[in-house]
Nanobody, 120 residues
Framework: QVQLVESGGGLVQAGGSLRLSCAASGSIFSINAMGWYRQAPGKQRELVATVTNGGSTNYADSVKARFTISRDNIKNTVSLQMSSLKPEDTAVYYC??????????????WGQGTQVTVSS
């Protein structure tokens, strides 16, 4: 089991910045990638950014120029620095951890989510 706890969400004016953080605990040594996803009202959960143990990153096109994901593999934390926020960034942001274990394979764990609201 992996437990993920997000922090840093809140209300921010358009054009502002927020930094989200996620701390992993439990079977942390099974994690091989972490990332952030978000779900806006009436929409499916979508990828925001991910980073692998090797440092490879992947961003959604809508955030690539504005968001930066970073990971501390020792502390098993992942952060998302969000800049130039837009109202369309408003969503619940979920921390994700991808794990692999023999006999089980890959499995995704999710945090409870943190609300990010961007006002006009």
């Amino acid at each position: 089991q992996v437990q993920l706890v997000e922090s840093g969400g809140g209300l921010v004016q358009a054009g502002g910045s927020l930094r989200l953080s996620c701390a992993a605990s439990g079977s942390i040594f099974s994690i091989n990638a972490m990332g952030w996803y978000r779900q806006a009202p009436g929409k499916q959960r979508e990828l925001v950014a991910t980073v692998t143990n090797g440092g490879s990153t992947n961003y959604a096109d809508s955030v690539k120029a504005r968001f930066t994901i970073s990971r501390d593999n020792i502390k098993n934390t992942v952060s998302l620095q969000m800049s130039s926020l837009k109202p369309e960034d408003t969503a619940v942001y979920y921390c994700n951890a991808k794990t692999w274990k023999p006999g089980t394979g890959f499995y995704n764990y999710w945090g409870q989510g943190t609300q990010v609201t961007v006002s006009s």
